[in-house]
Nanobody
């Protein structure tokens, strides 16, 4: 079994910053890509950013230049540094990881989500 635990969400004013963390634990052999997705009320879940095991990154156009994704492979952790936050960034943010387990099964896992609210 694999668990993803997110932290770092909260309430922030427009223009502010937050850093999200997501730690993977359990029966992990290795982790391929990791990423962050978000879902705002009444909208579908959308990709925010992804990072490969070799730290190649990909961003949604809406967050380019403001958000930075990074990972610590030794800690099986992915981060999302969010700067210059806007009200439209308000959403529940979900962590995702493509994991190869100790039994060599490969699957996608999701965290429980963390709320980010950008408001004055």
């Amino acid at each position: 079994q694999v668990q993803l635990v997110e932290s770092g969400g909260g309430l922030v004013q427009p223009g502010g910053s937050l850093r999200l963390s997501c730690a993977a634990s359990g029966s992990i052999f290795s982790i391929n890509a990791m990423g962050w997705y978000r879902q705002a009320p009444g909208k579908e879940r959308e990709l925010v950013a992804t990072i490969t095991s070799r730290s190649s990154t990909n961003y949604a156009d809406s967050v380019k230049g403001r958000f930075t994704i990074s990972r610590d492979n030794a800690r099986n952790t992915v981060y999302l540094q969010m700067n210059s936050l806007k009200p439209e960034d308000t959403a529940v943010y979900y962590c995702n990881a493509n994991v190869i387990t100790k039994w060599y099964n490969q699957d996608d896992y999701w965290g429980q989500g963390t709320q980010v609210t950008v408001s004055s």
